[in-house]
């Protein structure tokens, strides 16, 4: 039975070429694409329910990471696949907090490529080589430091903090963005400084930056 892919990509030349490579890939079918979550959103509204959602991770609007997060509030049994430059731990650990069930690099060969999308399907799950290595290293950091986890996991709150920190707004207009008081922004943005080890508005850039969390 074929199997149905929603490919969802900003970039119109790439989508469109990944989508002919896939449709090559027996027994597979790019059904819809999209360059964003909020088309995603309005494509599965209408009715159409992909086996697979393949997402780039950076993406105007309505990112991967969020577009995930949407699929995993509303389709928790969906499987998702994110092909993204970020391979980070705390990059990783973001997407398998929102029931993404493979990641891949995006300089991979179009066979493992293949191979992924057959995986998933059938197992639910595929992580490449190089982010099992990624996280069997998390695993040894957390086994030496605690803390290492719980500085790797974000709340969502201190997601759209650290997005909004690498904005051009002052902490008085993130907390009137957040609906919370200047006095709560300077503490919560010094509990950040603490958990990341971050000693500076530039680090918390940096480091959104570092983990696929925004893009410029």
């Known amino acids: 039975m074929m199997k149905t ?10 989508r469109n ?27 599965i509204e209408k009715g159409f329910i992909p086996d697979i959602v393949i997402l780039d991770l ?3 609007e309505m990112d991967g990471s ?29 997407l398998l907090q929102v029931g993404v ?16 999308i057959q995986i998933v399907a059938r ?18 950091k957390t086994n030496e430091s605690p803390t290492f986890i719980e500085r790797a996991i974000l709340s969502e ?12 707004n002052t902490y008085k207009q993130i907390a009137v963005t957040m609906n919370l008081t200047p006095r709560v922004i300077d503490n919560f943005r010094d509990q950040l400084f603490d958990k ?6 530039v680090g918390l850039a940096i480091y959104a930056l570092k983990n696929g969390l925004v893009t410029f």
């Open 58 to 60: 950076n993406m105007p």
């Open 101 to 116: 069930r493979g990641f891949l690099k995006k300089d991979i060969h179009p066979e493992e490529l293949k191979l992924a």
């Open 157 to 168: 709150t201190e997601i759209n903090f650290l997005k909004l920190a690498t904005t051009e």
């Open 196 to 201: 990341l080890n971050i000693k500076s508005r």
């Open 66 to 94: 969020e577009t995930a997060q949407w699929l995993y509030n509303n389709h928790p049994k969906m499987k998702i696949i994110v092909l993204t430059m970020f391979d980070s731990e705390i990059a990783l650990i973001r």
């Open 17 to 43: 070429a990944l989508a002919s490579l896939i449709n090559t890939f027996p027994g597979y079918n790019v059904s819809h694409m999209a360059g964003n979550g909020m088309e995603v959103i309005k494509i």
């Open 123 to 140: 197992d639910g799950f595929y992580h490449s080589h190089q982010v099992t290595g990624k996280l069997g290293s998390l695993f040894l």
């Open 5 to 14: 892919i929603l490919l969802v990509d900003d970039h119109i030349l790439i």
